[in-house]
């Protein structure tokens, strides 16, 4: 299984990034998907889920309103769209995969992707 993220980079306070996420996972649509992000020494953690299908996400509440989940089944890919950013959404992003959601959820999914870096400046 490997994720390759993107969609990183610099952005002022207020700005937004979209960050994609895609999988080489044969069945990928047997898949729940999740973001994590870890800030400088911090612990990682859960940003937003979503399920299978795409009905169910989830978010940590930092993010509600300002941060959309979503996937796209066909083409193997899961997005995070991140409106209103402020410098303490500033971390590496991951995109995670398991066949179960609530893991996803609990943080322990069974692969991880490499990381993308968010910048947001004040």
């Known amino acids: 299984v490997q994720l390759q993220a993107s969609g990183g980079g610099l952005v002022q306070a207020g700005g937004s990034l979209r960050l994609s996420c895609e999988a080489s996972?044969?069945?990928?649509?047997?898949?729940?998907m999740g973001w994590f992000r870890q800030a400088p020494g911090k612990e990682r953690e859960f940003v937003a889920a979503?399920?299978?299908?795409?009905?169910?996400?989830d978010y940590q509440d930092s993010v509600k309103g300002r941060f959309t989940v979503s996937r796209d089944n066909a083409k193997k890919m899961v997005n995070l769209q991140m409106n209103n950013l402020t410098p303490e959404d500033t971390a590496v992003y991951y995109c995670?995969?398991?066949?179960?959601?609530?893991?996803?959820?609990?943080?322990?999914?069974?692969?991880w992707g490499q990381g993308t870096l968010v910048t947001v400046s004040s």
């Open positions: 995670a995969t398991d066949t179960s959601y609530p893991a996803v959820v609990a943080g322990i999914p069974g692969h």
């Open positions: 979503i399920d299978k299908n795409g009905v169910r996400t």
């Open positions: 996972l044969r069945a990928f649509s047997s898949y729940a």
